[in-house]
């Protein structure tokens, strides 16, 4: 049985050491995880398969408990059906690049959800000083069955609009 888990809350160490030791002691195998830390603040995303005597509610228990003890703000635990054949697998980068401004993420995530592109990953941050700050969003899209010239022409009006670089590039063989 598969479970997506979820933890937010103030950054400190220990928090995936203490996850994962409760799930390893409930027969749960990690097999797809991602962690950030975003200005003191942590989100980890797992996806958990237990074996199949395993009991969801435990599972949900356990992790309350771990919660508690790191004074997590939240911790959720959702069954996932079975989407193996749904799963979508990047095919593209793109790199936005440009000074920050409100709009620059709705822009190029508006444009592709009307072509029906999915964005598997995104990241932004805010570099440069404080005078001249400079904001990088990356992204990892699939195209699915829609043609990379049109991606990059809508995408071109939108760097356009928001005065930004956009740049979008076949994905090299995945390492991880």
Same mark, same amino acid.
């Given at each position: ?38 200005? /003191?603040?942590?989100?980890?995303? &797992?996806?958990? @398969? +237990? *074996? =199949?005597?395993? $009991? ?6 356990? %992790? ?51 072509? /029906?592109?999915?964005?598997?990953? &995104?990241?932004? @941050? +805010? *570099? =440069?000083?404080? $005078? ?6 990356? %992204? ?37």
């Amino acid at each position: 049985m598969e479970f997506a888990v979820t933890a937010i809350g103030r950054d400190r160490p220990g928090i995936v050491a203490a996850i994962s030791g409760a799930l390893f002691e409930l027969g749960g195998n990690i097999e797809d995880s991602q962690m950030s830390i975003l200005r /003191g603040h942590f989100a980890v995303m &797992l996806i958990v @398969r +237990l *074996s =199949g005597e395993a $009991d969801p509610g435990r599972l949900e228990a356990r %992790l309350e408990e771990v919660a508690q003890g790191l004074d997590l703000e939240a911790v959720t635990v959702s069954a996932l059906e079975d989407l193996e054949g749904a799963v979508a697998r990047p095919s593209h980068v793109l790199s936005v690049y440009g000074a920050d401004r409100p709009g620059i993420v709705h822009g190029v995530t508006s444009a592709l959800a009307q072509l /029906g592109v999915n964005i598997t990953n &995104l990241e932004t @941050r +805010l *570099s =440069g000083g404080p $005078d001249s700050p400079l904001y990088v969003m990356l %992204l990892e899209i699939s195209l699915g069955d829609t043609p990379a010239e049109d991606v990059e022409a809508a995408l071109g009006e939108v760097a356009a609009r928001s005065e930004v670089e956009v740049s979008v590039r076949p994905l090299q063989a995945d390492a991880l």
